[in-house]
């Protein structure tokens, strides 16, 4: 019964971090989509956390999704703005600091689960930090 009802309250929060992200798929300012889109990831993110109970893999997963989805987002509402990040590295450089915050919660999170269940978070956690990276050589380094 605890299962089902920890289920119920991971699906609600995925739900509920779909509108958010459905609210930042509706902002038509580029820069300050990929704003509310990291901002919904963190939100999922800080929404499993407070749950507690990782032992639940469909919850876990869903909540993994979204904040994939989040960090797609972000990352091709950057691409879609047409800005180059050297010139104009606000919004940037702000996606860079949130998905370093988001890269240090993932990593608690994968050490919190079992051995059998860090696959997905692993498989996340080195999606952004590449989207990380990305950022930042796109900040520091001139395009060819």
Not at 24 to 34: D, F, M
Not at 139 to 144: A, D, E, G
């Amino acid at each position: 019964m605890i299962r089902m009802l920890t289920l119920a309250l991971l699906l609600a929060a995925h739900a509920a971090a779909d509108g958010p992200l459905d609210a930042a798929r509706a902002e038509p300012n580029l820069e300050k989509r990929s704003e509310k889109a990291l901002q919904a990831a963190q939100k999922t993110l800080d929404t499993l956390r407070r749950t507690g109970d990782l032992s639940d893999r469909a919850g876990v997963q869903a909540a993994l999704t979204g904040i994939r989805d989040g960090v797609e987002l972000c990352v091709d509402s950057l691409e879609e703005s047409g800005k180059n990040p050297r010139r104009s590295p606000k919004y940037f450089k702000r996606a860079e600091i949130s998905l370093r915050k988001l890269n240090r919660q993932l990593e608690d999170l994968r050490v919190a689960l079992s051995a059998d269940d860090r696959a997905p978070v692993a498989a996340l956690l080195a999606y952004t930090v590449r989207v990380q990276e990305d950022l930042l050589l796109g900040i520091f380094t001139k395009k060819k």
